[in-house]
């Protein structure tokens, strides 16, 4: 059905290579429609997607159907919201309405059809964002890549030999392959950042209780938030505004954040991580030459850059895995489902169940001194740059192929610096800064303190300027 004056399904344009805020401005003006846009980017997902499996779930005939409906929408009353006709895709972990949630487990593969959206979903197909399917995730989104059971593995557009990271490694493939504008992610231990930067993405953790559809624990137990990924910063702050103005948010906008001086600003480097002694942490050269050129460029650009004298309490290693693996517990599983488990989540359970009361309290209570005890050190410096990944993503299968505590260490060492920030509580941004000789793409991690989500996306933008070309 086409509403009389909606602009014709296919302009003739090419749609390739536009940001998600040229394809807003497009949308706003009636240059492009719904149904044209979601085209564009199902024609791309049924393209690209058997070789990468970003999707777990596909479902074209539905994001049709809601892209008419916006360009009716749009024909009698302009646009929906700040995402009208923007095409998306949640993670398998996230409830959308006539969609199945599988939690990428064999356990939950066969789950009923979701009647209702989650309320980050509904926040954002509120702003008027429509949904091509439901994005592969590993299973219960724990590991650090995207692959599980029930579906294709999560590939990297820059190597499809390898992980896309995770937990939102499906998401980032499909952003960085073009399937999608943008997407939104969670992030509970790097499952936002970590995808970001294998896939050369930019990548936005919020501040814990920051978007307000996410839990609003103060908890170092309360770990995961919600946020964007996209190609540049520009297009994360346009999907992060939309995120902050689901119910009880304000609709606060962030381009302006983009383009406002932030000043100079004293910014930290470090490569200390928490992890270790207790893991060996070896970075490639490439996550070092990173780093030093994101510090230079920013050196060079008036801030004032010194090494960050970080020392980090002993004991993160053991206390954040407690933390960690206890929040499987709370996965409410069937009876007799353990052996449908996969191998590194069956582990984490039985961790888990092994847990007295006694000593989860006192990891939760060594854990918030030492999260305490860094911001303190952190908060030296206006930002704080790390690296993101310690070496390139691993191939397709490394992690699992691995027995499950020599899995669940690889991990760690891949991704030394993410989980930390969670702990604290604080936001951070991945920010892709070079590519190397075998074109994979390697980033820095900003760190800000709270409430600098828009500052970071700034600063974030500014260095995609520093480092053009």
Known sequence: MNHPDTPADATGSNLDGLTALQLRDALAAGEESAVAVTRHFLAVTEGRNPELGAFITFDPEAALQRAEELDWRFADAGVTGSLHGLPLAFKDLVDVAGMRTSYGSRVTAQAPVATEDDPLAAALHAAGALSTGKTTVPEFGLPCHSENLISAPARNPLD?????????????????????????????GGSIRIPAAACGLVGL??????????????????????????????DAALLYDAMLGGPGGEGRSLPRALEAASGQLRIGYSTASPFSPDLDITLARPAVDALTAAAAALGRDGHEVVEADLSYATGYHRDFRTVWTSALTKVPLPEGAEPLLGPLSAHFLELARGYSEDHLVTSVGRLTDWAADARRQLAAHDVVLTPVLAFAPPAIGTFTALPPAEDYELQCRFTPYTSMVNVMGLPAISVPVLRDADGFSWSVQAIGRPGTEGPLLALAARMEQLLAG
């Open 160 to 188: 499809p030999e390898r992980t896309a990271g995770g937990s939102t490694g499906g998401g980032a493939a499909a952003v960085a392959a073009g399937m999608l504008p943008f997407a939104p992610g969670s992030d509970g």
């Open 205 to 234: 953790k919020p501040g814990r209780g920051t978007v307000p559809t996410d839990q609003q624990d103060d908890s170092v137990r309360n770990l995961t938030v919600s946020g964007p990924l996209a190609r540049n910063a520009a």
